[in-house]
């Protein structure tokens, strides 16, 4: 893995991460093994299906977890070997991935503690200043915190309809011209809807659907998709919905306060 670390302003670096497609492969290898264990297709016992009917069903599914999981890794490993003192969470952005084969590229962009120098740090006098903390700054706090420990329980109504925020469950299976395209078909998938994880486009247009509810959407791919026979084309891709999970934010308070620090 290469990264270059930049300074910016306000206390803020940039890393420029690079990494070889060979991790990329090790971990995409690892996750195939790993569904192809349990995975259950049509004349095959469970666990025994051949590697191309498994890419087949799950693909695109598995493609996509291997590229967050490595991302995740280099991300994690590229602060702690450059000693970096991160204040809050890394910000993700330019992440290129044009095919197995190819290095995958990104930047990270890390909030910093500021480094004070001080030569003489005796002798001097001091006014503290005591500063205001306004309540809606508070509240924007607690909130960001009760997100962060929000859960995804399934919502049981049968009448129930995707919106956005919620966790859909899906089957999906993308078309170009009457003919399926397997690494766009997957079963089971889980996607949250507004995260911006799928083809843009897609997310949007699954919002509405009812829970078991199939329909057909199409969207179109961009210029740069890194699959060449799809890119700028539109893609019909058949959608149902199997589950809807919904975020269950935590109430603010006692057992709340404790499962952020348990010296409460």
Known sequence: ?????????????ELSVEIPAEDYKAVFNAELAKVSKTIKIQGFREGKAPE??????????????????????????AIEENDIRAMGQPEVKDVKFEDDDNPITFKVFVDVFPVVEIDKYKGFDFVK?????????????????????????????????????????MDFEGSMNGEIIDNACAKDFSLEIGSGQFVPGFEEQVVGFKKGEKK????????????????????????TINEIKRKAIPELDDEFAKDVNEKY
């Open 52 to 77: 191309d009917r498994v890419l087949k069903e799950k693909g695109h599914a598995i493609r996509v977890q291997a590229l967050e999981l490595v991302v995740n890794e280099a991300v994690k490993n």
């Open 1 to 13: 893995m290469k990264v270059t670390v930049a300074d910016k302003e306000k206390s803020q670096k």
């Open 129 to 169: 200043e005591v500063n205001e903390v306004a309540p809606e700054d508070i509240e924007t706090v607690l909130e960001n915190l009760r997100n962060q420990k929000a859960a995804f329980e399934p919502i049981e109504e049968d009448d129930a309809v995707v919106a956005m925020g919620d966790m859909a469950v």
């Open 216 to 239: 057909d959407i199409v969207v179109t791919f961009p210029e740069n998709y890194q699959e060449p026979s799809m890119a700028g084309q539109p893609v019909t891709f058949g959608v």
